[in-house]
């Protein structure tokens, strides 16, 4: 619990100072060790103080955490760049433990749940308005139910500290509190800070807590909570992950099944979609799944519910993009994340009816492929030019003939290309006004049609998952009839691997499923195009890159042992 009583012990100030660019709240920041008495007897202050503590909400899903290509690269999504980070490296090949795992979860969100404790303990003496006051301590409640769900998916349940601020002087309780302690907590957080904020935000205030953000975790919640990692169906089932016992049991997942789970998870996504304030982007007119692509390059749009403020920027650009366009390549897809995609008629590519050519084997494929990876002779513009050219993958005798090749660049033959502007290089001008979304409507309308499967059958699944498969640019998008629930809950599982890729979700996803030893024991692989001298296609070479190993320890965090040494009260998860 080191960083749990580090966080208690200390309370650094942080000021977000606002701008009135047009990249909104966060557009600057700076940092400045004033004292609380001080901070909260101006309204300027206290209200960048809460500013401040949305400047790490991104953290745990972003694509560059541990340095090497975050969660994408812990899962069957990608290979890393190096193996410098235990963390993700240990996830990938099944030998993560307490002493090696990263501590930034535990560290990031505890130190900003005090940070809203103190906020909150000092708001009523703040010079504002009655009415501000209350949409700013809803604001905040919401923040702070979004970092202890992120301590929840990672470690299951965790200390729930209240609205105490303590000191270093004070006696600290450590113990964890059960699974249902913690989603019952959130859910009632988010449900109260929605009676309070608006439906959604707009203007200077985009990017800020709305009604909208907490229905829409409020519903990921329920749904992680319904999943069979926590609420296992299975006949005689009394630990959820099959090796917890005593204490450990109600501390990660429910002690009993309940399909009234699956009901409260899809009535939570309904109420999102009720609202009526969000839409996917759909574009099939200028290019089938357009609408895919163009809404992560644009800040503001019907799409994104919850989203990381980012003034204009290359980031992701500078992470996921090749050497030859002035990066390195975040993570490298694997062949088996590609080989995923369906065919344009919404065919696997292993089904006879298929009109797929594994001698070309990027055409007639679900559009959005194009848009999530980029292959050999992919093209994209350069830092001294907006003239889109080939980047060469393919090797001759072997050999890589450029930065990009594989075995120079990627280590698959892949590069990421998800959620990157076409228009956006790094080293240069070219900047996007993207911001990284945390929860968009699709994956609600997926959370809805997951959570209505399980719990009434596939009748109602049909339609969001359609939504979806129609703005992909799927010709037809429409979905077999007399699906049986087993298999409407494959097409939902594929939806979101292909729907979702590289935001964050697949590694937890696949935990939730308890499909760990399914998905993640695989040998990855890459493809080798080779070439002649000319150019000319000689065929594909399929190269092993990575076993990946699992162990059900793996489908929970480890809690840093740094922090379980702290005190004797703080229980350690399963087989660590």
């Given at each position: ?94 030998s993560v433990d307490a002493n090696t795992v990263s501590g930034d979860a ?70 964890r509190n059960t699974f249902e302690e913690c989603v019952n907590y959130i ?390």
């Amino acid at each position: 619990m080191k960083k749990l009583y580090n966080l208690i012990f200390l309370c650094t100030i942080g000021l977000a100072v606002f701008s009135c660019k047009k990249d909104g709240f966060l557009g600057q920041t700076q940092t400045s060790n004033l004292t609380e008495d001080v901070v909260f007897k101006d309204s300027v202050n206290a209200t960048a103080f809460l500013t401040n503590i949305y400047t790490s909400i991104g953290f745990s899903e972003i694509g560059n955490r541990f340095s090497n290509g975050g969660l994408d690269v812990a899962s069957d999504e990608a290979e890393p760049y190096d193996n410098s980070a235990t963390t993700t490296i240990g996830f990938a090949n099944g030998s993560v433990d307490a002493n090696t795992v990263s501590g930034d979860a535990y560290d990031k969100c505890y130190n900003n749940i005090r940070a809203v404790n103190v906020f909150l303990k000092h708001l009523p003496q703040t010079p504002l308005k009655d009415v501000t006051k209350a949409e700013l301590k809803a604001e905040a409640r919401f923040l702070r139910a979004w970092y202890y769900s992120i301590l929840l998916k990672h470690y299951g349940g965790v200390a729930l500290v209240g609205d105490t601020v303590y000191n270093y002087t004070d006696k600290i309780d450590a113990k964890r509190n059960t699974f249902e302690e913690c989603v019952n907590y959130i859910v009632s957080e988010c449900d109260a800070a929605a009676q309070t904020l608006p439906v959604t935000q707009s203007g200077l205030l985009y990017g800020r807590a709305s009604t909208g953000a907490c229905l829409a975790l409020k519903a990921r919640v329920l749904l992680y909570a319904a999943s069979p990692l926590f609420n296992d169906p299975s006949p005689g089932s009394d630990t959820p992950l099959g090796i917890a016992n005593g204490d450990q049991k109600a501390l990660v997942g429910y002690t009993d099944y309940k399909a009234s789970r699956w009901e409260d998870a899809a009535k939570a996504a309904e109420a999102v979609i009720n609202l009526g304030a969000y839409s996917l982007v759909v574009d099939n007119s200028t290019a089938p799944g357009y609408g895919f692509q163009y809404v992560f390059t644009k800040r503001v749009n019907t799409e994104y519910i919850w989203q990381l403020m980012r003034p204009s920027n290359q980031e992701l650009e500078n992470i996921y993009l090749p050497p030859s366009r002035g990066a390195r390549g975040g993570g490298f897809p694997y062949q088996e994340f590609v080989d995923a995609f369906e065919t344009s008629e919404g065919l696997a590519i292993t089904d006879p009816k298929a009109q797929y050519d594994p001698n070309n084997p990027y055409a007639g494929r679900d559009p959005r492929l194009e848009y999530s990876i980029i292959h050999d002779q992919s093209t994209y513009i350069t830092n001294t030019s907006l003239n889109q050219t080939p980047i060469n993958i393919y090797t001759v005798n072997g050999l890589g003939v450029g930065v990009d090749a594989i075995y120079a660049g990627t280590k698959t033959g892949y590069y990421s290309k998800k959620m990157l502007d076409p228009a956006a290089v790094p080293n240069s001008f070219n900047v996007t006004e993207r911001c990284i979304p945390l929860i968009r409507y699709a994956e609600v309308l997926l959370n809805y049609a997951e959570a209505i499967n399980e719990f009434e059958g596939p009748a109602k699944a049909y339609e969001p998952i359609q939504k979806i498969r129609m703005r992909a640019g799927l010709n037809p998008y429409t979905l077999p009839a007399g699906l049986s629930q087993a298999d409407m809950r494959k097409v939902i599982q594929h939806e979101r691997r292909i729907e979702l890729a590289f935001e964050g979700h697949r590694f937890w996803d696949v935990r939730r499923w308890k499909l760990g030893q399914e998905t993640q024991t695989m040998q990855m692989t890459g493809l080798e195009v080779k070439r002649n001298g000319s150019g000319a296609l000689l065929g594909y070479n399929h190269i092993n890159v990575r076993k990946h190993g699992f162990k059900p320890a793996l489908y929970l965090w480890p809690i840093p042992t740094s922090e379980v040494a702290k005190s004797p009260l703080t229980v350690q998860n399963p087989g660590y």
